[in-house]
T-cell receptor, first 113, second 115 residues
Framework: NAGVTQTPKFQVLKTGQSMTLQCAQDMNHEYMSWYRQDPGMGLRLIHYSVGAGITDQGEVPNGYNVSRSTTEDFPLRLLSAAPSQTSVYFC????????????FGQGTRLTVV | TQLLEQSPQFLSIQEGENLTVYCNSS?????LQWYRQEPGEGPVLLVT?????EVKKLKRLTFQFGDARKDSSLHITAAQPGDTGLYLCAGEGLAGGTSYGKLTFGQGTILTVHP
């Protein structure tokens, strides 16, 4: 099983450019989330989804959009990249609504110049 | 201000030493999870503690959930170089509610075990 697959693994953007980070899972998990990881701050929740067609904001949603048209895919869109969005982005999926393991992708390292 | 305060942020020890990592909050969580992350990879779950006062052991790793479900600790006995990595605590279900897959993370502890 592939688990959670994120693409691309690395990306460099210029300020103001837009892009989509892809996330796909093959475990039929209902719950999916996007986090960003910055040094000394752990992982912070950007957006999450409890099923196809249902998304909501997390702790740091500004500058990001998501959609969930299928159970498998949960793309994250950067509307107009800013240097403050330089970070490592992780997508995660989980099966249940509580006390279940979150499976993470390998991450996308994004640099905005 | 972090909801989950993890300490220490850096730990450098010699092989064979014992260590404890703490994860503290002023808020109640329904459960606490501990993850380990290797460079270039995503976090991988080590354990979930659910009940106040619960203790779980995973070989040389001992995890404890505080009685009030506001804090947790990870103790490693006789650390080995293979234990080197980033350790993250994560809370589910803030204020005892439902998480729906959402996690609140601590800042992480970078552990280096020297041979």
């Amino acid at each position: 099983n592939a688990g959670v697959t994120q693409t691309p693994k690395f990306q460099v953007l210029k300020t103001g450019q837009s892009m989509t980070l892809q996330c796909a899972q093959d475990m039929n998990h209902e719950y999916m989330s996007w986090y960003r990881q910055d040094p000394g701050m752990g992982l912070r929740l950007i957006h999450y989804s409890v099923g196809a067609g249902i998304t909501d904001q997390g702790e740091v949603p500004n500058g990001y959009n998501v959609s969930r048209s299928t159970t498998e895919d949960f793309p994250l869109r950067l509307l107009s990249a800013a240097p403050s969005q330089t970070s490592v982005y992780f997508c995660a999926s989980s099966q249940g609504w509580m006390n279940t393991e979150a499976f993470f992708g390998q991450g996308t390292r994004l640099t905005v110049v | 201000t972090q909801l989950l305060e993890q300490s220490p942020q850096f730990l450098s020890i010699q092989e064979g030493e014992n260590l404890t990592v703490y994860c503290n909050s002023s808020s109640v969580f329904s459960s606490l999870q501990w993850y380990r992350q290797e460079p270039g990879e995503g976090p991988v779950l080590l354990v979930t503690v659910v009940t106040g006062g619960e203790v779980k052991k995973l070989k040389r790793l001992t995890f404890q959930f505080g009685d009030a479900r506001k804090d947790s600790s990870l103790h490693i006995t006789a650390a080995q170089p293979g234990d080197t990595g980033l350790y993250l605590c994560a809370g589910e279900g803030l204020a005892g509610g439902t998480s729906y897959g959402k996690l609140t993370f601590g800042q992480g502890t970078i552990l280096t075990v020297h041979p």
